[in-house]
């Protein structure tokens, strides 16, 4: 079949004839193809890995705090700052998880414990304690806090479980992971915020 083409008054045209360009305001219709501008994938990835390695390093930091006074073993404080990539495609040039974490590393148990046990009796708690201390005695970490003291006294001898001596009431727990969940939820949720905000600006893509 031949072209037919419309007259502005939807007149068809005969077959074999053809039309001049229209015309709009004695100008000639443009198109243009509109090319998106490449995407800056580093530029958007280093704020919020950049984020998360700091604020993990300062995770670890007050961890520290809580043993900068302890005598003898102290836990090693393991950090970690990961993107999670997206489990669909285009991957992984998205990512869906952000996280920052810090904890002590854990060893396996002996006597004296090591410095992750001693955190862990003091974050957990117990239900008893065989250690006497001297008088007078101070501990030097409180519940809920992010920070040590220096303390007055120490453990003068071990009660023993095996000639029958009962205990007494255990270790109150410090819940150290609490408090630094309770301080850094809001924070990291904040400083991801922000480091979205510049990625987005970073990606060439911004609105």
Known sequence: MGRVDLRPNNQAVPDGCY????LISNN???FRALIPKKL???GMFAPIRDTCIKDAKAMGKDLENVT?????NKPRIQTEAKLTPSQTPPYPMFHTGFTAAAWPREDTYSSPPTGYW?????NDGTKKRYAVMGTPFAAKTRAGQL???VGKGGMVWMKSKKKGQKPMP???PRKFTKALATKWAPKFKKDIQAATAKARKQSGHAA
């Open 19 to 22: 039309l001049m360009p229209r």
């Open 28 to 30: 000639p219709v443009t």
């Open 40 to 42: 800056n994938i580093n």
């Open 68 to 72: 900068k006074t302890w005598k003898g």
């Open 118 to 122: 001693k955190f862990r009796f003091l």
């Open 147 to 149: 920070k040590s003291w």
């Open 170 to 172: 255990g270790i109150k």
